[in-house]
């Protein structure tokens, strides 16, 4: 902990389940991933706990509106059935967090961006490449993105996992787990294939389906974009080590020390 408070702005914490990085991010990213659904842009930006209250609000609040519902009624021209279904107050409600979402995700974007500047242009930066302890084990190395897109195209949070992100992997599998359970999703897949096209209509809840989306491409979007920074982030420790080691304020060092 000495060594840590040496450093104003840490840009990095490691922990056996997970690495939090602080980098530069476009604000409109993670605006663009509330709007998609509320707390996803916080949770792209490490700020789980936040973004975990948002994502169980909307989730709470939708059902209660029927919000989904009334958007499938209304993509698909039913728009007596989408006024009957929606729940008005309830709504209104929604609608204050996705407001909230948005704008709160886009300000912290701005503040993170100052903060990672202010973190590299440091004389000194702190680096930790590795977190071992008797119960967990985690380390920072350099992943390949599309690998860590393919995992998460195969199943929500495989590509976290891959890269060392155990936090945010446990979540994502833990909501796509519960929606792919409770829209029966896999249910309509197999009688889609069968050719029972009207039991697959039935057995699909599309409340809970329309969920499934925005946790699925935002999980591929966010594993590749997790790598990247990841990656960086071990280049610059690298460099970093090499000019202290091997440039002159390095050499200095090493000359006192001898």
Known sequence: MKQINE???PGMAISGLDISILHTKNPWLPMWWSAAMPGLGHFCQ???????????????????????LAI???????WQKAAE????EWAIIYGAIFVFAICDSYRTAVEHNMLARLEKAQRRRYFKLVSLSPTSFNYLD?????????????????GHLYNNK???AAILMVWAAAIIHFSHVNDGIIATLTGQFQRAREVVDYQWLLFFPSFYI????????????????????QKDYLRLK??????LVDAARR
Do not use: C
């Open 166 to 168: 155990g936090v945010k």
């Open 72 to 78: 499938l009624y209304t993509f698909t021209g039913q």
């Open 46 to 68: 490490g700020m789980y706990f936040k973004g975990l209250i948002l994502m169980l609000w909307e989730i709470l609040v939708n059902f209660k509106a029927h919000l989904n």
């Open 85 to 88: 279904t929606i729940n008005a």
């Open 218 to 237: 935002f999980a591929i979007w966010d594993s590749y974009s997790d790598a990247v920074e990841l990656n960086s982030l071990f280049d610059d420790a």
């Open 142 to 158: 350099k992943n390949n993105p599309w690998v860590a897109l393919a995992w998460s195209t195969l199943f929500t949070g495989f």
């Open 246 to 251: 091997y440039g002159k304020a390095g050499g």
């Open 7 to 9: 450093f104003r702005i």
